[in-house]
């Protein structure tokens, strides 16, 4: 049972920028692809990003392309979400969530019914 910390969230004025993490414990991190995704109020859980076991490959969204970049460090067992040029738009709370390397690897990481483990979440709010 893997468990996954989200932190890094706050209050950012527009055209700010925040890096998120993504603490991993209790698994074996490097079997699982990673993916961001975020919950704005009154909206459903959307995808942002995510991220291959081994870094190598991205995804993002097109509503943050080019403005939001996802990595990982498997020797520190985390994942982040660098974002940049925040919009009010972006603000709501974000998820980190595990996803087994063999689904990731079917395309379906856009999904939030392909992952299998979830952090509780940290808040994002972008005034304008």
């Known amino acids: 049972q893997m468990q996954l910390v989200e932190s890094g969230g706050g209050l950012v004025q527009a055209g700010g920028s925040l890096r998120l993490s993504c603490a991993a414990s209790g698994g074996t991190f490097s079997s699982y692809a990673v993916g961001w995704f975020r919950q704005a109020p009154g909206k459903e859980r959307e995808f942002a990003a995510a991220?291959?076991?081994?870094?190598?490959?991205?995804s993002y969204a097109e509503a943050v392309k080019g403005r939001f970049t996802i990595s990982r460090d498997n020797a520190k067992n985390t994942v982040y979400l660098r974002m940049n040029s925040l919009k009010p738009e972006d603000t709501g709370v974000y998820y980190c969530?595990?996803?087994?390397?063999?689904?990731?690897?079917?395309?379906?990481?856009?999904?939030?019914?392909?992952?299998?483990?979830w952090g509780q979440g940290t808040q994002v709010t972008v005034s304008s």
């Open positions: 991220v291959s076991w081994s870094g190598g490959r991205t």
């Open positions: 969530a595990g996803i087994l390397k063999s689904t990731y690897d079917s395309g379906v990481y856009d999904q939030l019914s392909s992952y299998k483990y």
